[in-house]
């Protein structure tokens, strides 16, 4: 069994900063790319940014240069920093993780999503 769990999502005024953060616990052997969707009303699902366990990221062209996505292999955590947010980074944020179990077997597990709202 595999969870993820994201923090830290809310409202913040346009201009702002938040911090998502996804622990990933379980039966882990590994874990390999690591990232965040976001999920608009009325739109389909997007990437925001993703990381490979190496280090290597990847952005949205709508949130390069104002969002990063560090990751500390250790704790298993992936974050996203968010600054000069704006209304249109309105969505739930899902993290999302590429990881194998202990019995071999890997699959992309997603967390239950937390809302981000950036109010003009």
């Known amino acids: 069994q595999v969870q993820l769990v994201e923090s830290g999502g809310g409202l913040v005024q346009a201009g702002g900063s938040l911090r998502l953060s996804c622990v990933v616990s379980g039966s882990i052997r590994r874990i390999d790319a690591m990232g965040w969707y976001r999920q608009a009303p009325g739109k389909q699902r997007e990437l925001v940014a993703d990381i490979s366990s190496g280090g290597s990221t990847n952005y949205a062209d709508s949130v390069n240069g104002r969002f990063t996505i560090p990751r500390d292999n250790a704790k298993n955590t992936v974050y996203l920093q968010m600054n000069s947010l704006k209304p249109e980074d309105t969505a739930v944020y899902y993290c999302?993780?590429?990881?194998?179990?202990?019995?071999?077997?890997?699959?992309?597990?997603w967390g239950q999503g937390t809302q981000v709202t950036a109010s003009s």
């Open positions: 999302t993780a590429v990881v194998t179990n202990t019995q071999g077997v890997t699959r992309r597990y």
